[in-house]
């Protein structure tokens, strides 16, 4: 195989003098300084009494799936109609709410 020769290559290197104020050098922050006690007035404490939890309402479309998925599951994941499951986890969820 054949090598390429070794060309050598003449650069000049010019010197352009930049201004002091074009690239100005921010100095870093190393550490921030915080203050615990202006972290202390955010959180307010409230009594236990005064919180009132609702229970959220879940959507009947998922409820009556989960359900269908239950028997599903029951079965080993293998056979069944899903129609029919969805149909008997419907009559369930009609008997729960009622």
């Known amino acids: 195989m054949a090598t390429k020769p070794i060309t050598s290559k003449k650069t000049s290197k010019v010197s352009v003098e930049t201004p002091a104020t074009a690239n100005p050098r921010a100095s870093r922050v190393t550490s921030a300084k915080h203050s615990k006690a202006a972290v202390a007035d955010v959180f ?3 009594p236990v009494a005064e919180v009132i939890v609702q229970p ?3 959507n ?3 409820v009556i799936a989960k359900i269908a998925y239950g028997y599903w599951e029951a079965r080993g994941y293998q056979g069944g109609n899903p129609a029919e499951d969805w149909f008997r986890a419907v009559a369930e ?3 729960r709410s009622s």
């Open 56 to 58: 959220v309402a879940e």
């Open 93 to 95: 969820y009609g008997q």
């Open 60 to 62: 009947p479309h998922d």
């Open 44 to 46: 307010v404490e409230i």
